[in-house]
């Protein structure tokens, strides 16, 4: 150890060129450019001196956030509960037609259970918030 | 009541054996799904509003000097948009409590930021500027505001019910009118020896009285619903299709018809006949 540092004349030019030098303030270490980016990647991930303050509600605002979110579930059990009764009618009915059919006409039953392979269309929309600026495509030619 | 309804199916029975096999015809529910998103009721408006701002004042602060690199001009014109809140001074009372300030963000509050824009709003504009900007936003110019199409069309404002274009954000089924009532397009089955299939018929009938220029997606070839028609003495079964491209054009000139949604086709069906089908149309 010794030796490597006051090992040659050069050596001990340098170190005591360097300590001429008077940084202010405390010295932290060079960090690489790479170091750097993952270490600000890290700080934007890292919570530290980002969370907010905890809410803390007083009774009033906690009864009046139990009340909202009690309105909210009775809503949406509405919904669903509709919705399914709607599901089951629609079932209800495709079996019941079907049954029918086969009573009524068992060709055509045969007919309409044939397997076909169909295809999803690929100008069926999604819905978006607002319409594109054409909002329907009238130009429709069939296939010749 | 029971008297009533005992002769309503006396009379059911006496029609049944008086003729013979019903007719089997094909019903086609033709509709047009929704091109906008449902309209949000009130009360989820302002449910969604109240988890919104919840959230918001949640969420952590956001990270300035991971997106701006400091002494770049994008940092300065953000800086210029956000001003920092008033500091926590020790020698003034705050009435409504002192601020906690961690990254120039007050904890206690949700962050409000502001994002440098490529254009002015109208209000920020001189009156001499307006006139230029009106002169000058083109179509392509990446940098021009971007206002969204509204979601009534010129269809909702006359009212045009024969439109495909109204309601965006409905379903709506076609509706042709027989006689003086108004009904779901109806094809009975051909009286040949040879049976067509019922979609098969529901296509045949589509093109024969509305053209072929319809471009439209057929579910399933099965029928989700029958109807006795005890009246005409008709099997009708339902078969379910979208239009997707193109137009209905009435191909007999004095054939009326109408794009209606669930609660238009309410008052326009027959009352029997409505509740009838009712669960196959959509709220939406």
């Known amino acids: 150890m010794f030796k490597t540092i006051w090992g040659s004349d050069k050596a001990v030019a340098s170190v005591a060129a360097t300590s001429k030098i008077f940084i202010r303030g405390k010295q932290k270490a060079a960090m690489t450019p790479s170091t750097q980016r993952i270490v600000n990647q890290l700080s934007a991930l890292s919570a530290s001196r980002k969370q907010p303050k905890l809410l803390s509600l007083c009774n009033e605002d906690l009864i009046k956030n139990r009340t909202i979110t009690n309105a909210w579930n009775v809503y949406k059990r509405k919904l669903f509960q509709k919705r399914d009764e709607q599901f089951e009618k629609q079932y209800n009915s495709i079996k019941n037609a079907m049954e029918d059919l086969k009573q009524t006409s068992p060709e055509l039953f045969e007919l309409a259970n044939a397997k076909e392979q169909k295809r999803f269309p690929l100008e069926m929309r999604i819905p978006t918030d607002f319409p594109p600026n054409q909002p329907w495509v009238y130009n429709y030619a069939p296939k010749k | ?284």
């Open chain 2, 1 to 284: 009541m029971r008297g009533l309804s005992g002769n309503l199916s006396r009379v059911g029975l006496v029609r049944a054996y008086s003729t013979a096999n019903p007719t089997v015809s094909s019903t086609l529910i033709l509709s047009r799904n929704p091109v906008i998103t449902a309209d949000v009721p009130k009360f989820e408006a302002q449910y969604y509003k109240y988890q919104n701002e919840l959230w918001r004042r949640l969420m952590w602060t956001f990270p300035k000097w991971f997106y701006f690199r400091e002494g770049t001009l994008a940092e300065q014109r953000f800086r210029q948009l956000n001003k920092d809140p008033v500091a926590d001074n020790p020698n003034i009372e705050f009435p409504r409590g002192r601020p906690q300030i961690r990254h120039k963000r007050d904890r206690r509050f949700k962050q409000e930021l502001k994002l440098p824009k490529t254009y002015k709003e109208a209000d920020e504009l001189e009156p001499a500027e307006l006139e230029q900007a009106q002169d000058t936003i083109t179509e392509d110019d990446l940098a021009r505001k971007i206002v969204p199409n509204s979601r009534t069309t010129k269809a909702d404002q006359e009212n045009d019910l024969t439109s495909l274009e109204r309601k965006l954000s409905r379903t709506l089924y076609l509706t042709i009118q027989n006689g003086s009532t108004w009904i779901l397009p109806n094809f009975p089955e051909p009286s040949s020896e040879q049976v067509t299939a019922l979609h098969t018929l529901a296509e045949e009938g589509l093109y024969k009285i509305g053209g072929e220029k319809i471009n439209y997606f057929n579910v399933s070839n099965t029928p989700c619903h029958v109807y006795n028609n005890s009246k005409d003495n008709k099997k009708e079964y339902f078969i379910k299709s979208h239009i997707l491209s193109g137009d209905f054009q009435p191909q007999d000139k004095s054939m009326k018809f109408l794009w209606l949604t669930k609660e238009e086709l309410k008052t326009h069906l027959d009352k029997e006949y409505y509740q009838d089908i009712e669960h196959l149309l959509s709220e939406i």
